[in-house]
T-cell receptor, first 115, second 110 residues
Framework: EAGVAQSPRYKIIEKRQSVAFWCNPI?????LYWYQQILGQGPKLLIQ????????DSQLPKDRFSAERLKGVDSTLKIQPAKLEDSAVYLC?????????????FGPGTRLTVT | KNEVEQSPQNLTAQEGEFITINCSYS?????LHWLQQHPGGGIVSLFM???GKKKHGRLIATINIQEKHSSLHITASHPRDSAVYIC????????????FGEGTQLTVNP
């Protein structure tokens, strides 16, 4: 079974520029998550999709961050314009319901550096 | 106060030592996860627990629901165990959403 794919793996941009990340979840997984992980901290949920609908985006800075999951499969996360504090690893994960439990599978992440 | 607290934040051990990482949480949960993160960012799920104890190879995870506490043990530690270990909980009311601890950086020296 192929895992969660993310691209790019690394990105360096200047502040005020725009950047986009792409995620392809495990086939058949209805739920997709984007997390932000700042160095030395645990991941923080940015947005959760169920199929192509948003379940939770309460911690997404909507003035600069946007995400979409067209057709309920791939997803993109965009930052426009980027700030220095956006430097972090952006993780995508997907899950499906197995019995009454959810197991999340994580992608390798995209490391963003904003200079 | 974070909903999920881990201790210690950093741990250095010699190869062969028995290692314990602790996780305390403050909400009612439906499941607790232990995750491993190697340099480069990828996260791998080690265990998902809702009660009792699970064992996989040299790794053992326990949970005490009444005390809201879980431990991850590594027996006969090895340098390849060096990684960040993260505790995450799924609350009773959050569906599939996870709340993460800040992680424990483990370094095992040869």
């Amino acid at each position: 079974e192929a895992g969660v794919a993310q691209s790019p793996r690394y990105k360096i941009i200047e502040k005020r520029q725009s950047v986009a990340f792409w995620c392809n979840p495990i086939s058949g997984h209805a739920t997709l998550y984007w997390y932000q992980q700042i160095l030395g901290q645990g991941p923080k949920l940015l947005i959760q999709f169920q199929n192509n609908g948003v379940v939770d985006d309460s911690q997404l800075p909507k003035d600069r961050f946007s995400a979409e999951r067209l057709k309920g499969v791939d997803s993109t996360l965009k930052i426009q314009p980027a700030k220095l504090e956006d430097s972090a690893v952006y993780l995508c994960a997907s899950s499906s319901l197995v019995g009454d439990s959810y197991e999340q599978y994580f992608g390798p992440g995209t490391r963003l550096t904003v200079t | 106060k974070n909903e999920v607290e881990q201790s210690p934040q950093n741990l250095t051990a010699q190869e062969g030592e028995f290692i314990t990482i602790n996780c305390s949480y403050s909400v009612g949960i439906s499941a607790l996860h232990w995750l491993q993160q190697h340099p480069g960012g990828g996260i791998v799920s080690l265990f998902m627990l809702s009660s009792g104890k699970k064992k996989h190879g040299r790794l053992i995870a326990t949970i005490n629901i009444q005390e809201k506490h879980s431990s991850l043990h590594i027996t006969a530690s090895h340098p390849r165990d060096s990684a960040v270990y993260i505790c995450a909980v799924r609350s009773e009311t959050s569906g599939s959403r996870l709340t993460f601890g800040e992680g424990t950086q483990l370094t095992v020296n040869p």
